[in-house]
């Protein structure tokens, strides 16, 4: 494909500046180069489509001005006009205020992008490469689309860039059984690099987008939030080559920062789609927003937003750690508050391999519809593919992965579930009696017969001398060599 080509050519320019240290500044450099590139495409087909509009960029910052001429400005003019006269212009945009001002897009950006590249001529190379993708082809931009979802899969080896990824296919999976439409408010409190955005809007293309006008009541109906300036660039970059011509809702923020109770009734959602960060502590004085669920803990604090932003009848899909289920204290009254305020229908259990390997933690899928408590959770349990041991970087799972758990799921309405020898059904009483501990295991699962135990403390102990057998003949033998 010449466009995994043409961005693996310039991977390939930007490892030998040095400047650029490692995956994360590479791909983050690239991406602000892209950026620039596709608001300019996109800009010069709206000047031609749309009467009066301008681009959001002064005209000498714009791509096409000292970009796109391959004989352009170059070396240390090249590199002076990025870190003293772009990057200060981009970064401190002058807003209008009004309702789709696409400079905010530009400016959120920009606001900590950061020029990693020092050498002008290296600069050069790589813009010209750029110049060679045209995001006003179709199918140009398909398949640059689809490289720019390797592109973030990729992203899981720089560092802790894993935490702000969702494989494809776990994402498609929860947004085809939310079923967004058209106009539905869809929102995503920590979106990442756009996953589950992405995923909504195929979802909807493909299923109810018929006209322009359905097309723009999508876009204007998502809402999406993310703490980090790389994701965050990634995101709105996503946005662009997904056809969304205001990205703007893309926030960069933090959703946790806002008091709980300061989440007003006209900010509630349909829908939540979302992989909130686990694991992870929130900065001090951030639970205070949480009075009612003072913890630290990212996960918990999010799931308690995210009960209460739904609307009535909203509903909601959720990748949370098993944690989260078995947990105690604050978890335990979280739990107990969400099968009370929402039908928490379904937790699909996947495989600890579904992460890795990033992460070798064991993951669900909540999915919970607000307004009426929980009478009863259907469990499914998710395996790996018969004939293969886990899921891995070679052998991912996929979507067809997933196609067991649609046909049982009973359509929209979850009608004729039954329970099979992977789904299991738990009464809301069950849960109470349990303490709210949702980590109820396969009830159809064998147990692995790990043997007697009196057996395996004699085999234990046999193994320990074994092993202190050979360690004392090791020191005769090198003691001897020594002596030599």
């Known amino acids: 494909m010449i466009v995994r080509t043409t961005v693996k050519s310039i991977q390939d320019i930007m490892r030998q500046d040095v400047g650029v240290d490692g995956d994360a500044q590479r791909i983050s450099q690239l991406t602000w180069m892209f950026f620039l590139k596709i608001i300019d495409d996109q800009d010069q087909e709206l000047e031609l489509t749309r009467d009066g509009y301008r681009s959001p960029i002064q005209k000498q910052y714009r791509w096409r001005s000292w970009a796109a001429d391959p004989e352009g400005m170059t070396g240390e003019p090249l590199l002076s006009f990025i870190n003293d006269e772009l990057f200060p212009a981009l970064k401190e945009l002058k807003l209008t205020g009004k309702p789709g001002d696409r400079r905010r897009v530009v400016r959120d950006v920009f606001e900590d992008a950061y020029n990693y590249m020092k050498s002008g001529h290296l600069i050069r190379q ?82 109810y987008v018929k006209t322009p006008k359905q097309r723009e009541k999508m876009h204007g109906a998502l809402r999406a939030v993310e703490k980090k300036q790389l994701p965050h660039m990634l995101c709105v970059t996503n946005m662009l080559l997904h056809g969304v011509e205001d990205p703007s809702f893309v926030r960069h923020d933090n959703t946790l920062a806002r008091p709980l109770i300061s989440w007003s009734k006209d900010e509630r959602v349909d829908i939540v789609l979302t992989n909130p960060p686990f694991g992870g502590r929130e900065e001090d004085g951030i639970e205070n927003n949480f009075p009612t669920f003072r913890t630290k803990e990212t996960a918990d ?139 109820i295991k396969n009830p159809h699962a064998v147990a692995d017969d790990h043997g007697d135990p009196e057996a395996l403390l004699a085999e234990l102990a046999a193994a320990e001398a074994e092993t202190g057998a050979l360690r004392d003949q090791l020191k005769v033998i090198l003691a001897e060599a020594l002596a030599r």
């Open 126 to 207: 790589v813009v010209n490469k750029i110049n060679e993708v045209d995001f006003n082809n179709l199918d140009e931009r398909r398949h640059f689309g689809e490289f720019y979802e390797q592109l973030l899969n990729d992203l899981q080896s720089a560092g802790n860039a894993g935490e702000y990824y969702t494989p494809r296919a776990v994402t498609a999976f929860m947004a085809d059984r939310i079923d967004p439409h058209p106009g539905e408010i869809l929102f995503d409190p920590a979106c990442g690099t756009g996953g589950f955005l992405t995923c909504a809007i195929r979802h909807m293309e493909k299923n």
């Open 301 to 439: 604090l999010f799931l308690a937003l995210i009960v209460r932003l739904l609307k009535a009848d909203g509903r909601a899909a959720v990748v949370l750690p098993d944690g989260t289920l078995f947990g105690e204290g604050v978890k335990t009254r979280l739990k107990e508050h969400l099968m009370e305020e929402c039908n928490l229908h379904t937790i699909v259990r996947l495989p600890n391999s579904v992460f890795k390997p990033y992460a070798s933690i064991g993951t669900n899928l909540l999915f919970f519809e607000k307004g009426t408590p929980t009478k009863d959770i259907w469990f499914y349990e998710h395996r790996v593919p018969e004939g293969q041991k886990a899921y891995s970087m070679t052998k991912p799972i996929r979507l067809e992965h997933f196609r067991d758990c649609i046909d049982w799921w009973g359509g929209k309405e979850r009608k004729g579930r039954e329970e099979t020898p992977q789904a299991w059904r738990v009464t809301a009483d069950e849960v109470k009696a349990r303490g709210y501990n949702l980590d």
